[in-house]
């Protein structure tokens, strides 16, 4: 079994934020989607088009987060009219016989990797966080090119935590809305401050 299964990870959830149940195969995601857009939007007869909406996107992120088996994934939703603004996932890595011991170093080229669809280069930049050692790196990366060669800019703000030496923990937030990428950095960075890990 895994050493970070013995211990509690712990992240404050922002107000505007739903978590998403990656955690539990068992929950029917058409019924949890239904119920979680209804408490965000209310339950008034004239915001259905919108409840069905939110659901639907709700519904979906919480597919996406599944398939990458984070610790906790949120939807952070500000202005339900306007869907997700951002995805916020934790994951925890594992040390292996290739990397037998985690190092912020080894986050910060795994985090800060160019690939070939980034749209510029990564900025990584040292931390110390109260859960240990880390890494924020900022990339942005294009992706749904279509055949005139047009894609969208996806923005991600990331922290590598080497919360022991042999795990870690990726605090990873993405977006597709430019106009927000302050804010939602900020976020971010608030957000890594309050991850706690206990034995």
Do not use: K, N
């Not at 857009?37 to 599944?66: H, K, M, N, P």
């Not at 906790?72 to 890595?93: C, I, K, M, Q, W």
């Not at 922290?159 to 971010?188: H, K, M, N, Q």
Request: hydrophobic share 45%.
């Amino acid at each position: 079994m895994p050493e970070f299964a013995a211990s509690t990870v712990r992240m404050r959830v922002p107000r505007d934020a739903i978590a998403l149940p990656v955690r539990a195969a068992e929950v029917d995601l058409d019924a949890w989607s239904a119920e979680a857009a209804a408490r965000r939007v209310g339950t008034d007869g004239g915001r259905q088009r919108l409840r069905r909406a939110l659901a639907a996107e709700l519904r979906e992120a919480a597919a996406d987060s599944r398939e990458r088996g984070p610790v906790t994934a949120l939807s952070y939703v500000p202005e339900p009219r306007l869907g997700e603004l951002a995805r916020v996932e934790l994951t925890a890595l594992v040390a292996d016989a290739t990397h037998p011991t985690m190092t912020v170093d080894l986050l910060r080229r795994f985090l800060a990797a160019p690939t070939s669809v980034s749209y510029r280069p990564p900025e990584s930049e040292p931390r110390t966080l109260p859960a240990g050692p880390a890494v924020r790196v900022r990339h942005a990366y294009v992706q749904d090119v279509d055949a005139d060669g047009l894609g969208t800019v996806t923005e991600t703000c990331a922290y590598g935590i080497r919360a022991d030496p042999a795990w870690a923990l990726v605090l990873f937030t993405s977006w597709r809305a430019p106009a927000r990428t302050d804010a939602l950095c900020e976020l971010t960075d608030e957000l890594a401050l309050t991850v706690r890990v206990t034995v």
